[in-house]
Every structure is written in structure tokens, then in C-alpha cells.
């Protein structure tokens, strides 16, 4: 069992930026993807960016050229570094890992504000 522990988020104005890292309890080499989620409130939850275990990215249309995911397979960490924040980013954000079993993994969330 893996567990996921994301930090970093808090609140910032707009323009601004924040780091988010998900911390895994075991090795995250053999996750064939993870992601970044996020969810506002009365809103469906919406992946953010996703990175494979190649490297290859993919982001959604309106983080695009401002978010970089990254992971850290040494360091057993995945990043999410948000820069040109907008109020419309202001949600909790998830941390995902996914085996090639599917076996699937979510952290706890850490809420990101963005004050217009």
C-alpha cells in the first residue's frame, strides 16, 4: 500500500505561484502514470496534468504553459509547478499514482487559493 501526502498549497494573489508536492510512502518507479487532480467546489473533479512513467506529459487547455508536472523517481515525489495563477485555479488539489495493475492510489488533497 502506497501512501500519497501532497503540500504546498496555500493562498496567493493572482499572478502569483506555488509549488505542490506529493511525497510517496514507497517507491513510485513502478507507476506507470500519475496525475494531478483538482476540484472547486460544486464542481466535478478535472485532472490537471498527468506524466507517465516515460516522462511523456499532458496537460488540460487552460493550465497550459503555466503548469509543469514533474516527478522524482529517487526522491519518490511528484510535482506540480503553478505559475500565472488565476482565481479560476482555486480548488483542492489531488495527488494520483497508477500501477500497471491499475491498482490506483489518491492523496488527501491541499487546497490552493487564488485571490483576485
Known amino acids: 500500500q502506497v501512501q500519497l501526502v501532497e503540500s504546498g498549497g496555500g493562498l496567493v494573489q493572482a499572478g502569483g505561484s506555488l509549488r505542490l508536492s506529493c511525497a510517496a510512502s514507497?517507491?513510485?518507479?513502478?507507476?506507470?502514470?500519475m496525475g494531478w487532480y483538482r476540484q472547486a467546489p460544486g464542481k466535478q473533479r478535472e485532472l490537471v496534468a498527468g506524466?507517465?512513467?516515460?516522462?511523456?506529459?499532458n496537460y488540460v487547455d487552460s493550465v497550459k504553459g503555466r503548469f509543469t508536472i514533474s516527478r522524482d523517481n529517487a526522491k519518490n515525489t511528484l510535482y506540480l509547478q503553478m505559475n500565472s495563477l488565476k482565481p479560476e485555479d482555486t480548488a483542492v488539489y489531488y495527488c494520483?499514482?497508477?500501477?500497471?495493475?491499475?491498482?490506483?492510489?489518491w492523496g488527501r488533497g491541499t487546497q490552493v487559493t487564488v485571490s483576485s
Open positions: 494520483n499514482a497508477r500501477k500497471v495493475s491499475l491498482t490506483t492510489y
Open positions: 514507497g517507491s513510485i518507479s513502478s507507476m506507470i502514470y
Open positions: 506524466i507517465t512513467s516515460g516522462g511523456y506529459t
